[in-house]
Structures are given as structure tokens and as C-alpha cells.
């Protein structure tokens, strides 16, 4: 009756030990190391970048913990951070440029763990430190950058007709394409019609007036917060850091957290940074560039600094290509051996780049980098020929380090709008470890608590009890683990809930053990009934908890989600523990008993003539 068969003895021992497997790594700890990476595809991670690192911490006197290559990278581990900061500027000196040498925490797990893939869960930025931004969208930017792609489609589509156009103005969000008389505007009303589907055209006399409309409005501020968020993670990605957070937070706020960054500098300067390229034509008039050197710069031109020596360009505003048709991006040496990024477009980028280049032989094209609300241009060389296949160098006065900064930078994705960091806030490491102390000491007081009281008031099916919320503790931390979630304070705060949840099935159990005793039921009949009859009170209890932590996974966000998850698994797991492992004791505890008189379950309470009295069983 109270007896398992050994299969499942065998499976219960199994999740225990596999739970346990699990759990462990996250004892262990993280330690200071120094990682080597690269953002150019030339250059490869290899078993000489260990060596090279070998022989720049033996000239240092530097002794390392251990070196493996791993997603594209080398990393060193060091016992202290002193040692890791040595190494960060010995190794950054021993490779110079084209390597990107940064500080890491890794976690210290043995090897054979880290081969079964037993690693210890990602730690959030409130328990480990790190810095948190919140970054607002400029909507009117991300709209304007729309009417600005437009202008020149419209330009290229009335090129090809043959159609010819003054030069197209912005007014709010509307566009004044004006033609040499109304039929030109007629002819051209269908042929843009068709092309501009999403917007909506009017004519008036010899002019079209495009605008669009307030879903299509609605549609490019949304998107745009979507790309921006692609591009922060490709940034985020080329920067190495693990299990970043970017997320939206309103109609036009992104927060970004980026857990154990220590050179919250470096991170500030690339996510906060707007670089977009855009390819423009120059006016070589020298009467034009005169004019607007005193002051008197013309209609749909604007005069820019040229990278290094600063001299003004006199460039046209009008946009014929932008970095959203940019593939890939790599730092690189032009003809004459300068430093420079070589830009690859995508089959629309350089359908268009090869008719410009065509169609504007002798003229010069300006190369316009915009960075943090600043534009530049970085060259202007004259087009000799048409240049098909969608290649091409920028190149001027720039150092190898700022070819590498601008190539990834172009190769993360330029942003749909701008951004502007309205709040930034860093959480130092003392701190995530006070965070952890007191997240771990309230709930091992809760537990200590919850297993005296236990013991106490159902004696040994009260030990039983604690054993199970012990198993269910290890449960749901294998679980979180196996999964690399990421833990934050709300989620310890869902561990603490859940042990206080958990041990209500075994209440209930106890319970309805005591219940049939009341009722003069044998000890092992009792055993048997309490926990069937338990069983639906249980699930029913359970299912609304879990009800309400998958109402908050599913419309919550950030903290929230992260209680849920733990909240949800964690019911999971107490139903297993509080039902299975509890009565896999019991049935070996008491189940080979035949003659069983009493249970050590503390003081039962009978009604017995209307007189109660005290019965210990």
C-alpha cells in the first residue's frame, strides 16, 4: 500500500542528484579575467593569440589562473583584480591595435561541470553591478529621416521617367514636390501613387504634396524604437557582455542594463553614439562655396567640416544614400595605405550607389559620417567612373582606431532615430554583493524558521517536510541554472515566497493524515488516504497560484517577469517535492511497518463526548 516500486525510488534519486549537479555551480562563485577579442574578420582568436598572451604576461611577471578560447574569444583568468588590471594594460600593449581587450568576470566552475553544460545562473545588475541607462527616442528625427528616404526615391523613380523636378522642399510632415507645369504633375501623380503606397498624395496646380498618414506615423516612431533596440544589441553585442538587458520602456524609451561592466566609459561612448553614414554630392561652384563662406549659404546646401583639417564643404542636403543599405563594415587601408572602412551595400545600396556613380561622372560625393548630432564629412573624391558591385573605401584623416570605432559603429546598424541618455545610474560590485548577503540571509532565516516550526509541530513528518522544501529548493535553482536565466532581487524575493508556498502542500498532507487518525483510520491507511485526498486540494491551490504568476509573465516586464518565472517554476517544482519526494520518504520510513501503531506526527486532537482531549500519536 505504502510502497513504491524501485523504478521510481531510482527517478526520484536521480532528479535529486541532477538537481544538485546543477545547483553547485553556483557556489563557486566568478573571478576576475581579462578577454581578447577582435572586430575585424582578418584577424582570428587562435592558439597564437595564446601564445602571444603567454609571452606578454611572463615579460609582465604575471601569473594567470588558466586560458581558454570560447565564442570567439580568449580569455584569461586571474586571482584578484589587481592581477587582472596588470594584465589588461600588459596584454593591450603586447597586441596594439585591432584588438579589443577588455575586463570580464567569469564564472569559477570546474572544467567537467562546464562540459555537461552545468554552469551557474547569470547574476542581474542589482545583485552583480553594472550600469543602467535610459535612453529617449527623438521621434520627429525618426519621421523627418522617412521623408528624407522618400525625397530621394521620389527623385530616382522620376530620374528613370524622365520627368523633370525642382528641388523638393519639407514642410512638417509633408513633402512639395514642385514640376515645370500641371501635366508633368499629372503624369507624375500615378507613377508615385503606386510607388509611395504608404503615404498619401494630393496635387495642387504644378505641385504634388505628399504626406503621410497618422498610422503611418504611428507605424515609424514604433519601428523605430524597434531597430534602435536591434542596433543597442548588436553594440552591446561587439562590446562582450553577457545576458544585457534592452528593452523598451514607453512609447519612446529604451533601457538598457548591462550587468558586471566595469569600463562603464567605453560602454556610455558606443551605445550612446548615433553614427549613420549618408552619401551626398558636393558643389564644386566657386561662386556658390564663396558665397556661402561669408555667410549666405545657399537653398539646399549646408557647409560641413572635413575630418582633420577641418575645412568647410559646401554639400547638398539632398541624401542619395543612407547607412541602412550598409551589409557589412570593416576597418581597412586604401590605395594609398591610410586608414580607412571598407563599406559593402546591400542589393538595393548598390543598385542605387551604381547609378549615382553613373550618372554623376567628374562630380565629387561626399562621404557624410553623423556621430552624436555632428556631421562630417570624411571623404569627397571625385567619381572617374561608374563603380558597380556596391564596394567602396572611405578613407581621409583617421587613425586606425577611429576606422575601427566608425566600422563598428556601421556594421552594428546605424539607429532610426537619435537618442539622448536621460537617466544613467551605476551599481558598484560592493553593492550587488550587499544585494546578494541580504537576499540570501532572508531566505535562509525564512527557511530555518519554516523547518523549526515544522519539526516542531508535526515531529518527524515535519522533518520529512523540511527535507522536501530542501529538495525543492535545489529543484528550482537546477532549473533557473540549466536555463541561464538571470537572477535579480525580485527573483529572490519569488524564492522566499515559493518555500513559504511550498511547504502549504505538506500542511495540508499532514493534515489529512491527522484527520483519518481522528477517525480511528490505521497508520498506514491514513498515510495512504491523507495524501490522496490532499492531492486535488493541492493541485487547485496550486493551479490558481500559478494562474497569477502567468498573468504577470505574460503582461508584465522586467522585474515582474523575472518574479514570475521563478514564481511559476517554482510551483512546478513544490507539487513534485511536497507530493512525490515527501511520500517516497514516508513509504521507506513507514511503509515496510506491518504492525505500524503510531506516526510521529504530532498532537492530534479528539472530539470525543463532547469533551476534547489530548491524544499524541
Known sequence: MNRYPLWKYLLIISTI???????????????????????RQAITID??????????????????????IADGSLKVRFNDTETQLKARDAIAAKF???????????????????????????????????????MQVDMQSAVEKTLDSYNGDIRRQLRKANIRTGEISKNNQTLIVPFQSKEDAGTAYPLLKKYLNDATLEQKDSHLIISLSEAVLTRIRS????????????????????????????????????????????????????????????????????????????????????????????????????????????????????????VNFDSTGATIFADLTRNNVGKRMAMVLIDQGKSEVITAPVINEAIPGGKTIISGSMSIAEANDTSLLLRAGSLAA??????????????????????????????????????????????????ALSCNLIFLIAILSAMQATLTLPGIAAIALTLGMAIDSNVLINERIREEL???????????????????????????????????????????RGFAVVHCLGILTSMYSSVVVTRAIVNLWYGRKRKLKTLSIGHIWIAEDNNAHNNKA
Open 518 to 560: 481522528r477517525h480511528g483510520v490505521t497508520p498506514q491507511m491514513s498515510i495512504n488516504a491523507g495524501y490522496d485526498h490532499a492531492w486535488h486540494t493541492i493541485v487547485d491551490s496550486n493551479i490558481t497560484s500559478l494562474i497569477a504568476g502567468l498573468a504577470l509573465l505574460i503582461f508584465g516586464s522586467g522585474p515582474i
Open 96 to 134: 596594439g591595435e585591432g584588438y579589443i581587450v577588455a575586463l570580464n568576470l567569469l564564472a569559477n566552475t570546474p572544467a567537467w561541470m562546464e562540459k555537461i553544460h552545468a554552469k551557474p545562473m547569470f547574476l542581474g545588475l542589482d545583485l552583480r553591478g553594472g550600469v543602467h541607462f535610459t
Open 418 to 467: 537619435p537618442m539622448k541618455i536621460i537617466e544613467e545610474r551605476t551599481i558598484g560590485p560592493s553593492l550587488g554583493k550587499e544585494n546578494i548577503s541580504k537576499g540570501f540571509h532572508s531566505t535562509l532565516w525564512g527557511f530555518v524558521i519554516v523547518a523549526v516550526f515544522m519539526m516542531i509541530y508535526y515531529r518527524l513528518f515535519g522533518l520529512f517536510s523540511v527535507i
Open 17 to 39: 542528484i541532477l538537481g544538485l549537479l546543477y545547483t553547485i555551480p553556483n557556489l563557486f562563485g566568478e573571478i576576475p579575467a581579462v578577454q581578447i577579442s577582435t572586430n
Open 223 to 342: 519601428d523605430a524604437v524597434k531597430q534602435n533596440i536591434n542596433t543597442l544589441h548588436n553594440r552591446v553585442n561587439e562590446l562582450g557582455v553577457a545576458e544585457p538587458v534592452i528593452q523598451q520602456a514607453g512609447p519612446d524609451r529604451i533601457v538598457v542594463q548591462l550587468p558586471g561592466v566595469q569600463d562603464t566609459a567605453k560602454a556610455k561612448d558606443i551605445i550612446g553614439r548615433t553614427a549613420t553614414l549618408q552619401v551626398r554630392m558636393v558643389s564644386d561652384d566657386g561662386s556658390l562655396y564663396q558665397q556661402a563662406l561669408q555667410g549666405n549659404v545657399p537653398y539646399g546646401y549646408e557647409l560641413l567640416p572635413s575630418a582633420g583639417d577641418g575645412a568647410p564643404t559646401l554639400v547638398s542636403k539632398q541624401v542619395e544614400l543612407t547607412g541602412d543599405n550598409i551589409s557589412d563594415a570593416q576597418a581597412s587601408f586604401n590605395d594609398r595605405g591610410q586608414p580607412g572602412v571598407s
Open 47 to 68: 592558439s597564437k593569440t595564446e601564445k602571444t598572451v603567454e609571452e606578454a604576461l611572463a615579460a609582465a611577471h604575471i601569473k594567470h589562473n588558466g586560458m581558454f
